[in-house]
């Protein structure tokens, strides 16, 4: 009790102190706190491609809404905020729930933005998108886009129609992080419950809360604040101008399978995927590991095998390679793993030269 009570002094007077130190002094004049401002570069132009952020279901609700029901324009006129940031145009990519986005899908979006992207009028671009997969196509993008103007993805967790959609916020932070000059260069981003991703890192972590997106021990780049962009990190990986990847004559994409390790999981599946595949990804247990039937199996495959982990964070280096043929994916998810040797599949197969690029990308 006697220590509640000093602790409760001790406070009390360092609040006074507070209170009298900031009553004395002067507050700071805005010209000596240097905040970001949203800067008016140019038109930012909004790609969507649908998922929840173009949701419609029973108002209130969160789960049971048709995804990929409102168009580019419907979530535009809904914030009419986005004018007082950058002058807007629309673009209906397609309007999809994003499981159902394709190699297709991936390739128009590069094509169109670095189309696009050469008009001096435009600034920056947003994509609408469903969060299952915003973490891949951020991925694909931020290795074949060509431009140094700002990429940024964004979605929702909750439908336009629930209680406290988070769309709007997202859409309006997105565009913010679009039209800045701080986001010039730092590759495709992602923008999600006021912080910003960049696309390598980014995945997404929860099925239905509006914290879903995150980049687990890599962590966020930056974060928004009433329209202000803030920096703090970026990615040291090969992106946009600087990647090889060109994707302005390709239709399709090469096929490659991802296939999950569990214990007692059926090599057969393996055997499956390589019949089926150019390429396979393996999300192995810990640092990519997996059973005596399954290495029996990967050493005999002839097209390349990618080691990934089943497991969120962490890294997987040659030296803990079980199978010699094997790549390893240094700390890409499978499915980002993937997207990585679909591109790599474009120009090589050969292993050595493949797992340079997963070092690199
Ligand atoms: N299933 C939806 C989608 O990815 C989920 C979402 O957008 O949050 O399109």
Same mark, same amino acid.
């Given at each position: 009790?006697?220590?509640?009570?000093?602790?409760?002094?001790?406070?009390?007077?360092?609040?006074?102190?507070?209170?009298?130190?900031?009553?004395?002094?002067?507050?700071?004049?805005?010209?000596?706190? *240097?905040?970001?401002? =949203?800067? @008016?570069?140019?038109? $930012? +132009?909004?790609?969507?491609?649908?998922? !929840?952020?173009?949701? #419609?279901?029973?108002?209130?609700?969160?789960?049971?809404?048709?995804?990929?029901?409102?168009?580019?324009?419907?979530?535009?006129?809904?914030?009419?905020?986005?004018?007082?940031?950058?002058?807007?145009?629309?673009?209906?990519?397609?309007?999809?729930?994003?499981?159902?986005?394709?190699?297709?899908?991936?390739?128009?979006?590069?094509?169109?933005?670095?189309?696009?992207?050469?008009?001096?009028?435009?600034?920056?671009?947003?994509?609408?998108?469903?969060?299952?997969?915003?973490?891949?196509?951020?991925?694909?993008?931020?290795?074949?886009?060509?431009?140094?103007?700002?990429?940024?993805?964004?979605?929702?967790?909750?439908?336009?129609?629930?209680?406290?959609?988070?769309?709007?916020?997202?859409?309006?932070?997105?565009?913010?992080?679009?039209? *800045?000059?701080?986001? =010039?260069? @730092?590759?495709?981003? $992602? +923008?999600?419950?006021?912080?910003?991703? !960049?696309?390598?890192? #980014?995945?997404?972590?929860?099925?239905?809360?509006?914290?879903?997106?995150?980049?687990?021990?890599?962590?966020?780049?930056?974060?928004?604040?009433?329209?202000?962009?803030?920096?703090?990190?970026?990615?040291?990986?090969?992106?946009?101008?600087?990647?090889?990847?060109?994707?302005?004559?390709?239709?399709?994409?090469?096929?490659?399978?991802?296939?999950?390790?569990?214990?007692?999981?059926?090599?057969?599946?393996?055997?499956?995927?390589?019949?089926?595949?150019?390429?396979?990804?393996?999300?192995?247990?810990?640092?990519?590991?997996?059973?005596?039937?399954?290495?029996?199996?990967?050493?005999?495959?002839?097209?390349?095998?990618?080691?990934?982990?089943?497991?969120?964070?962490?890294?997987?280096?040659?030296?803990?390679?079980?199978?010699?043929?094997?790549?390893?994916?240094?700390?890409?998810?499978?499915?980002?793993?993937?997207?990585?040797?679909?591109?790599?599949?474009?120009?090589?197969?050969?292993?050595?030269?493949?797992?340079?690029?997963?070092?690199?990308?």
């Amino acid at each position: 009790m006697k220590k509640l009570v000093s602790v409760l002094a001790v406070t009390a007077l360092l609040l006074t102190g507070l209170t009298g130190c900031a009553a004395g002094k002067k507050k700071s004049s805005p010209a000596e706190v *240097s905040v970001p401002e =949203v800067t @008016k570069s140019g038109t $930012v +132009v909004i790609l969507a491609t649908g998922g !929840t952020i173009a949701g #419609v279901g029973e108002a209130g609700m969160t789960a049971g809404y048709e995804p990929g029901t409102l168009t580019a324009q419907d979530l535009i006129s809904a914030v009419p905020q986005l004018e007082d940031v950058a002058p807007i145009e629309a673009v209906q990519v397609c309007n999809v729930n994003s499981d159902d986005i394709t190699d297709d899908v991936w390739i128009t979006l590069a094509n169109t933005i670095n189309e696009m992207a050469a008009d001096p009028d435009i600034a920056g671009f947003v994509i609408t998108h469903g969060t299952d997969t915003m973490e891949e196509t951020a991925y694909f993008l931020n290795l074949t886009v060509k431009t140094d103007k700002p990429v940024v993805i964004t979605g929702s967790m909750r439908p336009s129609t629930s209680i406290s959609a988070d769309g709007p916020m997202n859409l309006y932070e997105s565009v913010c992080v679009a039209a *800045s000059k701080e986001a =010039v260069g @730092k590759g495709v981003l $992602v +923008v999600f419950s006021d912080l910003i991703y !960049t696309a390598r890192s #980014v995945t997404k972590t929860s099925t239905y809360n509006v914290m879903a997106i995150s980049a687990g021990e890599m962590g966020a780049s930056g974060v928004v604040r009433d329209g202000a962009v803030y920096f703090y990190e970026q990615s040291t990986r090969r992106h946009t101008t600087a990647s090889r990847f060109d994707v302005s004559g390709v239709n399709a994409l090469p096929k490659v399978s991802v296939v999950y390790f569990s214990v007692d999981a059926d090599p057969g599946i393996l055997t499956y995927a390589a019949k089926n595949s150019d390429g396979i990804v393996i999300a192995g247990a810990g640092a990519g590991e997996f059973s005596e039937e399954y290495i029996s199996v990967v050493e005999g495959l002839k097209i390349p095998v990618v080691i990934s982990s089943r497991i969120d964070d962490g890294i997987i280096i040659p030296s803990n390679l079980l199978c010699d043929n094997t790549i390893a994916a240094d700390n890409l998810s499978p499915q980002k793993a993937a997207i990585l040797l679909r591109l790599a599949l474009l120009e090589t197969s050969d292993t050595e030269e493949i797992q340079k690029m997963y070092f690199e990308y």
